[in-house]
């Protein structure tokens, strides 16, 4: 499976920002998908998932105001970001696999995201 991240960039805070990850490959019917992100020196975090049966989930810091997508038809997910802060600096990685939020099969190279203050 290859993954692709695009819609990155410099915001404001307050701001929205829409990332999208496109699948390409033999994607297995059970894999998940998630976004995970890793600022300058701290640990990597889960962000959010979506697993293959639709179920969502987020980390507590991004809940209501980050939504995560996906298209299957298309082989794509997104995650839509508004209400953007500086702490959500950092770089997103799309992800996918059975343990998206710990061990993912699959990665993307990433995408920046910079919240101005």
């Known amino acids: 499976v290859q993954l692709v991240e695009s819609g990155g960039g410099l915001v404001q805070a307050g701001g929205s920002l829409r990332l999208s990850c496109a699948a390409s490959?033999?994607?297995?019917?059970?894999?998940?998908m998630a976004w995970l992100r890793q600022a300058p020196g701290k640990e990597r975090e889960f962000v959010a998932r979506?697993?293959?049966?639709?179920?969502?989930a987020y980390a507590d810091s991004v809940k209501g105001r980050f939504t995560i997508s996906r298209d299957t038809a298309k082989n794509m997910m997104y995650l839509q970001m508004d209400d953007l802060r500086p702490e959500d600096t950092a770089i997103y990685y799309c992800?996918?696999?059975?343990?998206?939020?710990?061990?993912?099969?699959?990665w993307g190279q990433g995408t920046q995201v910079l919240v101005s203050s």
């Open positions: 979506i697993t293959w049966n639709s179920r969502l």
């Open positions: 490959g033999r994607i297995p019917s059970y894999y998940n």
């Open positions: 992800v996918a696999g059975v343990d998206t939020d710990i061990s993912p099969s699959d």
